[in-house]
């Protein structure tokens, strides 16, 4: 089992950055795929970005390709996500989750296939 808890989230101008970041207890972090998802109210809960156990394999939602940057140091046990130029439309609640069973690529984008979810940490971007 592992339990995650995020930090880093914010008020921020748009064009602004933060960087998110996901701390996880346990010692089988390298085990799970790790991936970023975010609520904004009144909306699903939707797919950021997701990265492999080994950090090789990375996967975007289409409006953070270019802007978001998912990166893990399993030695820390810690996933990040760097956000730049944020945008209005990025404001939303971020959570990170884990998952053992990540079989394919579009498996990663799948709130569904995710075992283990953190409380989620607030990112808010003015116009």
């Known amino acids: 089992q592992v339990q995650l808890v995020e930090s880093g989230g914010g008020l921020v101008q748009a064009g602004g950055s933060l960087r998110l970041s996901c701390a996880a207890s346990?010692?089988?972090?390298?085990?799970?795929?790790m991936g970023w998802f975010r609520q904004a109210p009144g909306k699903e809960r939707e797919f950021v970005a997701g990265?492999?156990?080994?950090?090789?394999?990375?996967y975007y939602a289409d409006s953070a390709k270019g802007r978001f940057t998912i990166s893990r140091d399993n030695a820390k046990n810690t996933v990040y996500l760097q956000m730049d130029s944020l945008k209005p439309e990025d404001t939303a609640v971020y959570y990170c989750?884990?998952?053992?069973?990540?079989?394919?690529?579009?498996?990663?984008?799948?709130?569904?296939?995710?075992?283990?979810w953190g409380p989620g940490t607030q990112v808010t971007v003015s116009s």
């Open positions: 989750a884990a998952a053992l069973t990540i079989i394919n690529g579009h498996d990663y984008y799948e709130p569904n296939k995710y075992d283990y």
């Open positions: 990265i492999s156990w080994s950090g090789v394999r990375k």
């Open positions: 346990g010692r089988t972090f390298a085990s799970y795929v």
